[in-house]
């Protein structure tokens, strides 16, 4: 490498971003003198998403702080609980990420979810015109600059996904009060509201009932409840 350099330093929690950091977390950049350091970071592998505070020389900047040679940069993962501004916490989840979306409905949390690939620039504008928090294990999506907020998916196993993320935004759960399938809201129905949708076996052995209030989808305790009641005792105790 030549050139101007800075010393950037990554926090444990980000160096699978980095390939090329040292065993020791640490990678040399180099600078021109008009890139931004957020740019520099991102050039590396990591999402500004993943980034909360910036270090240089011991003191702290913005992103948008201009690295000079021979500085040294600390990069630190973002904090938590990651506090995002605005009202209410909603979430956004791309089509590789279904079951997560499915199982943060059933803890009650807002999360819309596309199970068609409409493409980046839509995901993005979709978290923009909604203020919704965007979930992927997609990089370069999360580098988008219309997102409003994003956040790295680090597991592909389900159970770890859910976990990190509540971990992570600590979210409000109301447990079996959305649609898994929607994300609507439910309500409660009678057996004849929803009888077109049970069969004769379900009619005889259950007596209550939810429906959704947007897609008229109708829930009751059937043979996969103990499955699900396990997520939410785990989850919402």
Known sequence: MNGPEIQVGFAPELLLFVPRARPAGTTRAAVDGVSTLGHVVESLGVPLTEVGTLLVDGRTVPPGHVPVAGESVTVRPVDRPQRVPGAPLRFLLDVHLGTLARRLRLLGVDAAYESTDIGDPALAARSAAERRVLLSR?????????????????????????????????????????????????????????????????????????????CGRAYWRGAHHEQLEAIVRKHAP
């Open 138 to 214: 997609d990089r370069g999506l999360l580098r988008r600059r219309e997102l409003w907020a994003g956040a790295f998916v680090y597991s592909t196993r389900p159970d770890d996904q859910l976990t990190d993320v509540l971990d992570r935004f600590a979210p409000d759960l109301h447990p079996w009060t959305r649609c898994t399938a929607c994300n609507g809201l439910l309500r409660e129905a009678t057996k004849e509201e929803v009888a077109d949708q049970l069969e004769t076996g379900t009619q005889r052995s259950y007596d209550v009932f939810a429906q959704c209030a947007e």
